[in-house]
């Protein structure tokens, strides 16, 4: 009797430990934009409610304790992955939440780059079925009330049937077109916009893209001026030309970046930001940085 008596009350604790977690973890339905501290890369979370939007995995797997940290830990479905481009402090972190997580749709270039990581991500992508979509400036896709328009590149970089046969090989006739250098040049930019917020996602972009996307955006309304601007490069002097922020006007810009031998982010970039009247949110010096917010007020 005594044994059955403590049965009992093991299972109405664990009952009652389940539903308190629930409860804690239980999302509410404001939007939250994470930038992950994912070391020298980026790795982007987007929330609302039961929703998730992943943009690039960072160079490592730190990216999996972000998503741990941020999404209720009963749900293992990434509605929507995003990868601006194919360099490794970008798509690393991808590979592992593939293999953790369902992800039903991939945003991404159709192109290639000669690495083992990336021969990897695109067996896994043909193998787990997942549905592909290659973006290109004014296509726009809304996922539970969030919108984002796509910015860059200026057309589809590649076939979607790249994504349902194996790699071909580089010296062939159709790898030759196929895998490229300069990923940087393409680099997708996306503008989440959710009720009168605005967040650009630049990936590594260069300057060039940049004014790309400034002449697409002065007949196109994009938001400006942003809430939010996601430094382009980790704040590379490649990056954040003073047209592109004099543009944009971002209210607070956030670096994702990491201990690293290039001197990201430099001293000019900082300073154009700071002249531009941006608030300035560094991952090596802050750690995750969530901006959270209902489209109208941030918090």
Known sequence: MFLKKQTLILIFLLFLITLVSFVIFWPDNKVHLIVCDVGQGDGILVTKGFTQILIDGGPNDRVLGCLARNMPFWDRTIELMINTHQDKDHIYGLNSVIQRYNVRRLFINSTAV??????????QVRERKIKVYTPAQGEKIKINGI???????????????FWSRPLPEKNSVLGASTYIKKVNDLSIVALMEYGDFDALLTGDVPADGERGV???CRVNDCGEPLEVLKVAHHGSKTSSCQEFLDFFRPETAIISVGQNSWGHPVPEVLNRLKSSGSKILRTDQLGDVEITTDGERIY
């Open 114 to 123: 000669e690495s083992k990581l990336f021969a990897d991500f695109h067996q």
């Open 147 to 161: 919108l984002f328009s796509f910015l860059w590149p200026e057309e589809k970089q590649g076939e979607l049937a």
């Open 214 to 216: 400034v002449d697409y």
